[in-house]
């Protein structure tokens, strides 16, 4: 992978630089507790980037919300759209949002992309789909739709959405209240606030906590979520940790187990961004306390664990990274103990960071949620 | 308890109460994330206070680290100083220290104190020792040495010193590494950055963890420590919780278990103060990683779990006073998981906070580690 030169931005102006050289500017030292690092800019001009995943050959595709999948390739700083993507319902927080590379991706060559759907039957409202598709070259083909949110409402909030690869193979789909809706998250007769588990071809676990109840859905794996945009196994015990949006205060991280009630909308640390009470519990019996909490909110987008080596510190460190105050919140772990916070890039840049991702060469990637967003990099210093 | 009318002082001042008025200057009222509460000053006049314990009357026991101790009435508003004080080396981080009543106080009489004690054998070296009186009137009586810290060294650092009792009975106390001498802290045939577990009389606990090891002090409960300035039990699960100082970066809070060894020198999230590198490790095979650590330091002083109920959303939350930043932390915790940190007061006052503990009345006092030292309380707000 060839060094990237960043072009000239509003991001690397947020990042501090001033100077109008693009052959003198290449990235911006940190210090940080445990590691020096540069954050560069690696490419720009994607267009509202949601998500991101890398392919066995490093290169990455990267979700823009308003519908395209771009296909970013380093060595050779080229990007491609690719065709086939689906219909999407690009408004409000809605839209083409994650995208996640099947494990198995160099036997079947399946990606899949959850996004805003229109309901097909004609109606007024929407709701996250997931659909898989096979890559060839800079197309996508054998579109399959494998999961769809029951049911569909009109309104443009808390599509939650991110994908992930549990150690077994299944795939974890995270949802939204849809904010309107907001108590849907603790019944199980549909989909709202809640993590569910299917497999890559759409059917159900057999296994699955709520298979047997009459009246669930059988693909829900937990509830009492607000809107989960934040998911990923942790690389010690192989379980689900999940990042949701409080409301005013009491953005959460939970340990998603089967069948767990995390309580929204009957506990929360938050308010409503009114300031109005939501509930004055942050705890009711039967329900989950999270595992850790932000007050304030950091309006968290998503997390990995690091397991790379490029920054030996770091490892199995959780890394979630936030829409507010343009931070990646480190959180120091041994095993599931939460033991420092340490809070990176705060002022660095101006962005709000939509995601997170470790690349194959063990260095961290984020996007910017801009018009004129960008894929960021960060890297030990040199 | 009637209510004090705090006066005018230099601790009032940094409240930041500037109206010159003693009569219409009750409190100062502050929003916190669970309770809005209002912070004022009880007492003044306290020179360099460090430890406090509460009688059974709702009086408080106070030390001065210059080697006294007040005895102040609420009601009265009364300041005694006792007679019968053991005579200390005040010096430095030395001087008289902490002081604890004996559960079982209404019976006994006893109170316990731990201070800088000059070598008996008239050498220049000092060392943390506990003794314990009786209290008969304004009087301490029979005096008996329960413990002393071996061996002396003339070193003005790291007395540890504070003093908690065991639900079973046992009296803890804390060392400290006394500076220059850090590596004692990994060998067990001293007392120095230890935490040693008696009985009130002195004698050494049966199961103490190595009663039987050739060579390693009796009283030695766990070891590895710094510089131990906080003690408390935790109040669901009876075990001891115990914060100490890191160098530049790195206060610890362990949960401080029988033998276990908390790494110090050879594993520290902090440097030296000046910057150089004390040990390049965080962790090594055999320690016990910490279970809370802050960096950069707030210099923990000491902390308690609230049990009251004047604060019933702060039930069981740890509150962790420090010495830099002026601050008490408040970590939310699930049993032992801390699931978020809050920092109270900070820029409420610019005292550094030397002790915390909770009144019989569910508040929580603090002393202001200053020549003209001050107890404050944190009540609920009107």
Redesign the interface.
């Known amino acids: 992978m060839q060094s990237v030169k960043p072009i000239l931005s509003a991001v690397l102006l947020a990042l501090g630089v001033t100077a109008i050289s693009t052959t003198a500017v290449h990235a911006k030292a940190i210090e940080t ?1 445990r590691h020096n690092i540069e954050l560069e800019v690696v490419t720009e001009g994607l267009e509202y980037p949601w998500g991101m995943d890398f392919l066995p050959d490093g290169s990455v595709l990267i979700t823009e919300k308003t519908g395209a999948v771009v296909h970013y390739h380093f060595d050779k700083n080229e990007k491609h759209t690719l065709s086939g993507v689906p219909e999407v319902v690009y408004a409000g927080q809605g839209g083409l949002l994650d995208i996640v590379v099947d494990p198995n991706f160099a036997e079947n060559q399946w990606v899949y992309l959850s996004y805003a759907e229109a309901d097909p039957a004609g109606g007024d409202g929407q709701s996250t789909a997931v659909t898989r598709a096979r890559l060839d070259g800079h197309k996508l083909v054998d579109q399959e739709l494998i999961f769809r949110v029951a049911p569909k409402f009109n309104s443009r909030f808390h599509f939650g959405s991110r994908l992930v690869f549990s150690p077994e193979g299944h795939l974890f789909i995270t949802t939204g209240d849809r904010y309107h809706h907001m108590d849907d998250a603790q019944t199980l007769d549909n989909h709202d606030g809640k993590i569910v588990r299917i497999w890559p071809d759409g059917s159900v676990p057999e296994d699955n906590p709520f298979v047997d109840q009459a009246g669930a859905m059988p693909e829900i794996w937990s509830y009492g979520h607000r809107n989960v945009q934040g998911a990923a196994i942790h690389p010690l015990t192989g379980k689900l940790w999940a990042a949701e949006h409080g409301p005013k ?1 009491g953005d959460e991280i939970n340990i998603a187990e089967a069948a767990n009630n995390y309580g929204w909308p009957v506990a929360t ?1 938050g308010i409503d961004y009114d300031d109005s009470i939501i509930s004055d519990k ?1 705890y009711v019996e039967g329900t989950v ?7 304030p909110s950091i309006a968290i987008s998503n997390m990995i664990f690091y397991t790379g080596d490029a920054f030996p ?1 770091w490892k199995n460190d959780l890394f979630v990274a936030a829409l507010r105050g343009s931070q990646v919140a480190r959180l ?1 772990l ?1 095993g599931d ?6 809070t990176l890039l705060q002022d660095d840049t101006k962005a709000r960071l939509r995601d997170i991702a470790q690349g194959p060469d063990g260095f961290i990637y984020l996007l910017s949620d801009d018009k004129n967003g960008a894929l960021l990099r960060i890297k030990p210093a040199e």
């Open positions: 507790q205060g640390f942050t306390l999270p595992h850790y909490y932000w007050v510190e120091d041994d103990r939460v033991m420092h916070e340490e």
